[in-house]
């Protein structure tokens, strides 16, 4: 591997880890050399992920965190500390969006849950602010580091429905933006901050609404890929190598981005 790209004797946190997303990005950091410590709600839901990780001659710990209780995390970070050290990268992969937060077409915006809509914020936007607040403090002892936020295609154009994820997707993008300069400017440009923005990909949270029994494409499924240029869903591992570029020195003179990874989505009008 280019040195550029490697991420030898770095310490990596994935939030999230146990989701189809955060699972691919966790895996390619340990083939890039990262020592990944995987969080999720549920620590048995990581271990084979961990498992597999080692058997590639990877390092790997997995252990339950939630990313909205801040003891939590305390205890993760304790953790981290005593069996890899210092924390070099943190890749906020946690998320998702629930059936409340939506918008059906047989309802409207009064019809919306406002607690549901609530929860999915938090998850996202928290979800990105409390881990960083504690897995961070590292990067800013060190003066070196870097943050990946998982964005989404709804956070450039808010899709019909989902209120409640593209309010808080949309959220994190600016917040991206804001703690890059904020870091940069009290601790110097060795800590950078940028997000992915995945455009469409099947996982357990969509697949429903995109695909139906069969495999075939539901109705929304089908606008997307006629609003894709590539006419297709990505694939996970397609977002491996922007997360490498971003996590290592190959980009060190890049902070501040959401880096869309979407087959051409968002720069389609349509005609």
């Known amino acids: 591997m280019d040195t550029h790209f490697s991420l030898s004797n770095k310490t990596a946190v994935v939030t999230g880890a146990s989701g189809v997303l955060g699972s691919v990005m966790a895996r390619a950091l ?5 020592r990944v410590a995987l969080l999720a709600r549920r620590e048995e839901s990581l271990q084979r992920l961990a498992s ?3 058997e590639q001659d990877g390092r790997a710990m997995a252990m339950a965190a939630d990313v909205l209780q801040r003891e939590s995390l ?27 937060a ?21 998850l996202n936007l928290m979800g990105t602010l409390l881990p960083t607040q504690v897995f961070a403090k ?54 950078r901050v940028n997000a992915i923005a995945p455009g469409f990909f099947l996982t357990e949270q969509n697949r429903e ?16 890929i006629a ?3 590539f006419a297709r869903f990505g694939k996970p591992e397609e977002l491996v190598g922007t997360l490498l570029w971003l996590c290592s020195d190959a980009s ?8 869309p990874v979407d087959g051409g989505f968002h720069a389609y009008a349509g005609v």
């Open 30 to 34: 340990a083939q890039a050399g990262a």
């Open 52 to 54: 597999q990780i080692q």
């Open 74 to 100: 305390d205890s993760a970070a304790h953790r981290i500390h005593q069996t890899f050290g210092p924390i070099d990268i943190l890749v906020n992969a946690a998320g998702g969006n629930q059936k409340g």
């Open 102 to 122: 939506t918008v059906l077409p047989q309802h409207s915006i009064f019809d919306l849950d406002a607690k549901a809509f609530q929860s999915v914020v938090d």
């Open 138 to 191: 590292d990067m800013t002892d060190q003066k070196s580091g870097c943050i990946v936020n998982v964005s989404s295609m709804a956070a450039y154009r808010p899709l019909t429905r989902v209120a409640g994820y593209a309010s808080a997707k949309a959220a994190i993008s600016n917040f991206t933006q804001w703690l890059a300069v904020e870091l940069a400017t009290k601790y110097g440009e060795g800590i």
């Open 209 to 224: 609404l995109l695909t139906q029994a069969d495999g075939s494409l539901t109705d929304r499924g089908k606008q997307i």
């Open 227 to 229: 609003h894709t240029p």
């Open 252 to 259: 060190r003179f890049v902070t501040g981005t959401i880096i």
